[in-house]
């Protein structure tokens, strides 16, 4: 065990999939000499020469040849800078990663890894705190993962990359270099489709994912002080999504809250709302909250604060669900 | 830019001939053979036992003269147009059949074959082939991989990312245009201010080379040139093979309504196929019967195809379920459930 951030998880990721399998490549812009904006390739490219190759600036091209390489027998792991960087490359996802083995009935199959930093609260400029991860996960054929600590991120990204199916890997920027913790080394795997009970509660259930995971624990810490017993559930995987925790824990304490940086409508906090009332309509005490990003473009740093759900907005939702 | 022509529009010999006459009889019985698809395509469509089906009438020679440079186990990578082209690289008409019929089944030819299914959505699936022929080089094989397009694919931005990774990496990439004059009812001189797509090639620091597309030899021996190319290591080549849509964009399109009968006159005279007839011909290589037999047993081997495909029974209901992952996620199985229940 080494104490790691989640960027050098990441980094450690790589290199033991890159160490331990040929196949393996990683493209992307910047992530060869520089070792990517966010350092998460890190002398990578000293260690592995051809297989971690810098791209022109084309997000589609980067997708489309990672697919290509995907099908010819490759494990490409392709990197976009941002998430507001991604939709050029939106059209290879939805009309080509995702539908390859479906278009040909599994004869052709596209096990890549698009990698990608998610959310704001950096004070980055526009196009750079985005959190639309429910576009990829309204699209089929793509798993979406997003870890929250440095642990997780390591499985679950060892995961992605043996993974027979596509997956979209959103990495939080703003726990990048937050949180430290212990992470195990070598090659293991966080399974893909495994929610975690990061805290067990009996009277409200606070359901998040990636950045927003931090400040959902803050809240549980703010309402623990009242004397409210807070189950947290961390997702990590957004698609497939963990329904089986969720409702578990939506029937046993019968309040849930979900939290998510994303635009509210049709976001994974309504379809959270969904699968619960589905599934534990007659547990539930209270309607299920939403705290979530608005449906504006994310402000600018001055004001970016008001869009993202903080401590205080979470806390609030959960004693709403007390208050009946 | 010159344009390479082996035969003369009479089908006079005025280059040097790429293959012996025994290969130009084959490759001339493989043009044949596709256009009984062809024909038999839109027959197949307008009896309703075919979804809409594009012809690729006219443009025999670009895909059958592409396709005769590739080995076996090359990459073909093209689009909905290009079923000669497939059906020649070893893609079986069961499965070009299935396809157009609404089977997903249609998109799986048989292992060995390395051939995509077809690409519906212009442009997306050149940069594909990139990929692909950069994996194969990265495995340390020497296969190449074949893109097919038209030249409305070249105004799609996908055409330039293609084209520059191609040319950056020197990945085993030939880019085949078939500039069939028209993108549905966009003219090619609407596509672009350049006065041939081959020259695009210039800007991204590979040969652009242009090409009678239904010459067949033309075609055969620039396409050659290129794979060769590219085998060696020296990197992609753009080919604009210039040809013609002698059928309307599908069968769903009404041709009438945007260009005249005038042109389609004009270029039937140009046809590939009794082109390379006019060439066997005069070689004491062609008589009536060989190619009326050449198309009786391609129909019958197609009828038979449309016989099988048409006795396969559709998929079950849940299909749909099983095909996005290699297992069904939890939520695919709940909506299978859901639709057993309703369906019920």
């Known amino acids: ?324 | 830019m010159d344009m390479l022509r082996i035969l003369d529009v009479d089908g006079s010999l005025i280059g040097e001939s790429p293959v012996d006459l025994n290969e130009a009889r084959r490759l001339f019985a493989a043009m044949v053979t596709a256009r009984v698809y062809d024909r038999k395509g839109s027959a197949l469509q307008r009896q309703g036992r075919f979804a809409t089906y594009a012809q690729f009438e006219g443009q025999e020679a670009a895909q059958i003269g592409a396709v005769a440079a590739l080995r076996p186990d090359d990459w073909l990578v093209g689009t909905y147009r290009d079923a000669a082209a497939m059906w020649m690289q070893g893609y079986p008409w069961d499965a070009l059949l299935l396809g157009r019929m609404g089977d997903e089944r249609g998109g799986a030819p048989p292992v060995g074959v390395n051939v995509l299914p077809p690409s519906i959505t212009v442009g997306g699936h050149m940069i594909h082939a990139v990929g692909l022929a950069w994996a194969e080089r990265m495995k340390g094989t020497d296969r190449i991989a074949l893109t097919l397009f038209g030249d409305g694919a070249t105004s799609e931005g996908d055409f330039h990312e293609a084209m520059n990774f191609a040319a950056v990496y020197t990945t085993p990439t030939v880019f085949l245009c078939q500039n069939n004059g028209w993108a549905i009812s966009m003219s090619r001189a609407g596509q672009t201010a350049s006065e041939t797509i081959a020259q695009k090639a210039d800007a991204y620091g590979m040969p652009g080379v242009l090409v009678d597309g239904n010459d067949l030899f033309a075609v055969l021996t620039a396409t050659r040139k290129a794979v060769r190319r590219a085998r060696a290591g020296e990197g992609p080549t753009l080919v604009e093979a210039l040809t013609y849509r002698i059928g309307p964009h599908t069968t769903s399109d009404d041709a009438g309504r945007y260009r005249s009968d005038d042109d389609i006159a004009d270029w039937r005279k140009k046809d590939p196929i009794e082109r390379l007839r006019a060439h066997l011909r005069s070689a004491g290589a062609w008589d009536e019967a060989w190619e009326r037999e050449t198309e009786e047993a391609a129909s019958a081997e197609i009828e038979a195809a449309v016989s099988r495909a048409e006795a396969l029974e559709p998929f079950a209901a849940e299909g749909m379920f099983d095909r996005m992952y290699a297992k069904p996620t939890g939520a695919l199985e709940a909506q299978r459930r859901l639709q057993q229940g309703d369906a019920s």
């Open chain 1, 1 to 324: 065990m080494t104490e790691m951030n989640m960027a050098q998880a990441l980094n450690d990721a790589l290199d033991v999939a890159l160490s331990a399998d040929d196949r393996v490549v990683l493209l992307g812009e910047d992530i060869g000499v520089t070792g990517g904006v966010f350092r998460v390739t890190d002398g990578l490219h000293e260690r592995y020469g051809p297989r971690v190759i810098d791209t022109p600036v084309a997000e589609s091209g980067i997708v489309g040849a990672a697919f290509g390489m995907a099908i010819g027998g490759l494990r490409p792991v392709a990197e976009i800078q941002f998430l507001g960087f991604a939709y050029p490359a939106f059209d290879q996802i939805v009309s080509h990663v995702g539908r390859i083995r479906n278009r040909s009935n599994h004869r052709f199959t596209a096990p890549l890894v698009i990698r990608i930093p998610f959310g704001g609260g950096i004070g980055a400029a526009e196009h750079h705190s985005e959190s639309s991860e429910a576009i990829f996960v309204h699209t089929p054929g793509i798993k979406v993962v997003a870890p929250a600590t440095p642990a997780d991120a390591k499985g679950l990204l060892l995961a992605a990359i043996i993974d027979s199916d596509p997956v979209v890997f959103l990495e939080p920027i703003r726990v990048y270099r937050a949180i430290k913790e212990e992470v195990p080394e070598g090659h293991y795997t966080v399974p893909i489709g495994e929610a975690k009970v990061v805290r067990e509660g009996s009277d409200v259930t606070l359901v998040s994912y990636g950045a927003m995971l931090r400040d959902a624990g803050r809240a549980a810490d703010a309402l623990e002080a009242d004397g409210v017993s807070v189950e947290l559930i961390d997702l990590r995987t957004l698609s497939p999504m963990d329904h089986q925790t969720v409702v578990g824990s939506a029937r046993k304490t019968g309040r849930v809250v979900a939290v998510v940086e994303g635009h509210r409508t049709a976001s994974l906090a309504s379809e959270i709302a969904a699968v619960v009332q589905e599934q534990a309509l007659y547990s539930l005490l209270a309607p299920v909250e939403r705290v979530t990003g608005w449906d504006t473009v994310v402000p600018l740093r001055r004001t970016e604060h008001h869009y993202i759900p903080n401590p205080d907005r979470i806390a609030a939702a959960a004693r709403r669900t007390l208050a009946g």
